[in-house]
């Protein structure tokens, strides 16, 4: 599970706080957005830098 | 006339407050999507978060930093940062309403230090001003940021996270300062 890093000042405890299952519905699409953005970014730059068509 | 307090960590006054600066709680940033400091007392008005060779693990992000009272929030920032490096020269980062952004990462070996300073100006106002260093094989750089940001209430948090929320830390500490 994903979490994050809570430190409370006032008594100096650090705690490891798992994602709820909404916080974590909502990380995995945004991590599949990244990735599909990423892929086609990676796409377009291999159209842009083929080669024109001969003929 | 000399006063002297002797035999006491902190002197705190009738408001609550403690006189000096109090140093928070240094935590490893090795882990987790976001590092959170919580319980800030009401009368802070000046807070100083250090990075010391923080590292995000994958991708390439700014780390940013949000404030909020109650629980964090991700509206009515105005801000941004920019650095300097050898290359580029000098880099612009676009302005987000949603976060402080204090240093871009360029590759995911690269760490982040640096200080960023949040002040008190007026009702819930607070203002942010610091600089990073970003160690970087061949394009080391100096990130520096400004801004404002109005909280809904007394600030009580303040969070260290990257600009696309999906990262997770994996190098370095953090810490503050408050008083």
């Given at each position: 599970m994903t979490h994050r890093i809570e430190v409370n000042?006032?008594?100096g405890v650090t705690t490891q706080v798992e994602y709820t299952a909404e916080e974590q519905a909502a990380y995995d699409a945004a991590v599949a957005q990244q990735a599909a953005e990423q892929a086609a970014a990676e796409e377009a730059a291999r159209l842009e830098a083929q080669p024109p068509a001969q003929g | 006339m000399t006063t002297t307090i002797d035999g006491s960590a902190s002197v705190t006054i009738n408001s609550g407050a403690i006189l000096g600066i109090t140093s928070g709680t240094a935590v490893a940033?090795?882990?987790?999507?976001s590092i959170d400091f919580t319980s800030?007392?009401?009368?802070?008005k000046r807070i100083t978060v250090m990075l010391i060779g923080v590292s995000t693990s994958t991708n390439v992000p700014n780390v940013s930093l949000q404030i909020g009272s109650g629980s964090v929030e991700a509206t009515g920032y105005v801000g941004s940062s920019a650095r300097i490096t050898n290359t580029p020269a000098a880099a612009w980062d676009s302005v987000l309403t949603t976060m402080f952004q204090i240093g871009g990462l360029n590759v995911n070996t690269d760490t982040l230090s640096g200080t960023a300073i949040l002040s008190l100006a007026g009702s819930n106002i607070w203002t942010l001003t610091g600089n990073t260093f970003r160690s970087s094989g061949t394009t080391p750089a100096i990130n520096f940021f400004s801004g404002t940001k109005t909280t809904?209430?007394?600030?009580?948090r303040l969070r260290i996270t990257?600009?696309?929320?999906?990262d997770t830390f994996d190098a370095g500490s953090i810490n503050i300062l408050y008083e």
């Open positions: 000042v006032e008594t | 940033s090795t882990s987790g999507t800030i007392p009401s009368w802070v809904s209430g007394a600030l009580d990257t600009t696309n929320g999906t």
